[in-house]
């Protein structure tokens, strides 16, 4: 048993009550989002991304949430990357997002699909230079040698692209998981937690429903 397991301190949030909640989750993801960004950008958009391979091997690994409205919550990627190949073979993929300083967490489920390259350009065109040159000179999950074939890479894509703007690679964009459901998890005393899950109906409305903690 770890020395530390029960010295997580207590969770103190206020009460969560379905009548406090928006009948729209994305209506009340961004109320909770727009409060996690007070504890920084980088620690607002950090979501886990779970994936399932032909086999049923679960995955995991961070991205960054680059947007979100009633169409889904979007991240990017490198398209021939494990995650991307993954998705290829199960669209069904779960989003988390965890703002533990205010004893929050949001749960997604969803299925994921590119999203247009006319959205993807829109964004890449926004990230600097040298992460453009990164997302050319980096073949996402296959296996390197070492540092320096990475760094080779790289100076050979800033002299590839010196003298203009970098293109959009083709294998690399962005991804929009349509949620299916949202659990909304609220952090309370004696870890009886208050948990609300949104599940959308045949008509595209919302369920609601507390879960036991």
């Known amino acids: 048993m770890l020395e530390d397991a029960n010295k997580v301190p207590e969770y103190t949030n206020k009460g969560l009550r379905k009548k406090d909640l928006k009948k729209d989750p994305i209506e009340q993801f961004k109320i909770w989002y727009e409060k996690a960004s007070e504890l920084g950008p980088l620690e607002a958009t950090t979501m886990a991304l779970s994936t399932v391979s032909g086999d049923g091997q679960a995955s995991l690994r961070s991205v960054l949430l680059k947007d979100f409205d009633a169409r889904g919550f979007v991240f990017f990627t490198n398209y021939e990357s494990n995650k991307a190949k993954e998705i290829e073979g199960n669209h069904r993929v ?70 203009g703007d970098v293109p959009l690679p083709p294998f690399w964009g962005g991804y929009r998981v349509n949620p299916q459901s949202l659990e909304f998890w609220n952090g309370r005393p004696n870890r009886l937690h208050d948990r609300f899950i949104y599940t959308r109906l045949q008509d595209d409305s919302w369920g609601i429903e507390r879960l036991s903690p």
Request: charged share 30%; net charge neutral; aromatic share 8%.
């Open 94 to 163: 779960a989003l988390l997002l965890r703002w533990l300083p205010h004893y929050r967490q949001v749960i997604i489920l969803g299925s994921a699909s590119k999203i247009s390259p006319e959205e993807s350009r829109d964004y890449f065109l926004t990230r600097p230079r040298e992460t453009q040159l990164g997302a050319w000179a980096s073949r996402q999950s296959s296996v390197v040698s070492s540092r320096d074939v990475l760094d080779e890479k790289l100076m050979e894509m800033e002299s590839r692209f010196s003298d």
